[in-house]
């Protein structure tokens, strides 16, 4: 009879104590599988610090509206459209998905969205790690900062060697496909925060701040924000046609209907620990309510522990075997690269 220990150390890498924790998270991951409370995941992608530019064949239309002509504008280009980066240059993003945006939905996602994020609640982690878009200038050298100076609220620009960084994200409860948002906002359980710089003591002896707030996230915008890369991850990864989009007019026009449809995973949010990546993407199915969705999960800044984001994507229009396929050849590629590590 084969050794027991052989079969725990092929399945979960380790003998004896390790292998009850193991034990107990896969079946807590299979429980939770099982109750539709997780995905079946079929991709994953990592996005790390100095990357190569990933570039998915181009798809020739819009994939937020359908239109192929770039603009209809005057004196601006009809063809080709634009490039769409699925995550955002400026926060570290690789991904590129060539010709897939029109003029219109380009500026409601990219200027209206991403530049009000980066922009606004993720501008002094972006300078503090030096994150921007290829070929722009340099990162301001100082930075405003919403403060209580003598007992006066008032804004002080603050040298971004001694501007505090406090990162922060907005935890979610889980996505709800069948209820729909009627309030001006997306329901939050909390935030993780994790103190990257701060110095109360040269604060005060500088600049004589006792107290000051933190970036801000707009509600709206961070659900917008995940919903625009969780559809064009999905399209860039499984092609038009493969399914039923639901993100559209939260994307395009900040519908607050499909707000829930964005959402955490309370499971893995409960004890995250720190990824070597920057941001990770995956993609799984979910049955819901009897149908099987299409769920992109989404850590931004993973390696400074952001929190774990699901998104409903659109209903599958797969077959139940070609659903099935990617499963297997995820698990399979995941399986011998553990193997491998070992």
């Known amino acids: 009879m084969a ?22 998270k896969r079946l807590k991951a299979i429980r939770s599988v099982l109750a539709g409370r997780s995905i079946f995941t079929f991709q994953g992608t990592s996005i790390k610090r100095g990357d190569i530019r990933s570039k998915y064949p181009p798809v020739g239309t819009c994939i937020y509206c359908g239109s192929s002509t770039y603009s209809a504008k005057p004196h601006v280009r009809k063809h080709p459209l634009g490039l769409e980066h699925i995550v955002a ?56 900062l919403s403060t209580r100076v003598n007992g006066i609220d008032r804004t002080v620009e603050i040298p971004t060697e001694d ?7 907005l935890v979610y409860p889980a996505p709800d496909v069948a209820n729909v948002n ?17 110095d109360q003591f040269e604060l005060f002896r500088k600049y004589g701040i006792s107290t000051f707030s933190s970036a801000i996230w707009d509600n709206q915008m961070l659900t917008r924000l995940l ?19 639901r993100l559209l007019g939260l994307i395009r026009d900040g519908d607050i209907s499909a707000m829930n449809l964005v959402g955490g995973d309370e499971a893995l949010n409960d004890g995250r620990a720190l990824s070597s990546a920057l941001h990770e993407l995956a993609l799984g199915y979910q049955r819901i309510n009897g149908a099987v969705y299409v769920v992109a999960r989404i850590r931004l800044f993973a390696s400074n522990g952001g929190p774990f984001y699901l998104v409903v994507v659109g209903e599958s229009l797969e077959t139940r075997t070609a659903r099935a396929i990617r ?9 011998a690269n ?5």
């Open 227 to 245: 919903a625009k890369i969780a559809h064009s991850y999905a399209f860039a990864e499984l092609g038009e046609g493969k399914f039923s989009p």
């Open 89 to 144: 240059e400026g926060i570290g993003g690789t991904l590129e998905l060539p010709e897939a945006s029109c003029q219109d939905c380009e500026d409601a996602t990219g200027r209206l969205v991403e530049g009000q994020v980066l922009g606004s609640t993720l501008k002094a982690l972006r300078a503090h790690f030096n994150l921007k878009k290829p070929g722009s200038g340099r990162h301001p050298s100082t930075l405003p």
């Open 338 to 342: 553990q193997r491998r590590l070992r």
């Open 327 to 335: 499963i297997v050849r995820h698990t399979l590629g995941m399986w």
């Open 163 to 169: 501007y505090p960084i406090i990162f922060n994200m």
């Open 3 to 24: 050794d027991p220990s052989n079969w725990t150390v092929w399945l979960f890498g380790c003998q004896g104590r390790r292998c009850k924790s193991a034990l107990y």
């Open 182 to 198: 009627t309030e001006q906002g997306r329901a939050v359980i909390g935030a993780a925060v994790a103190v990257l710089k701060f």
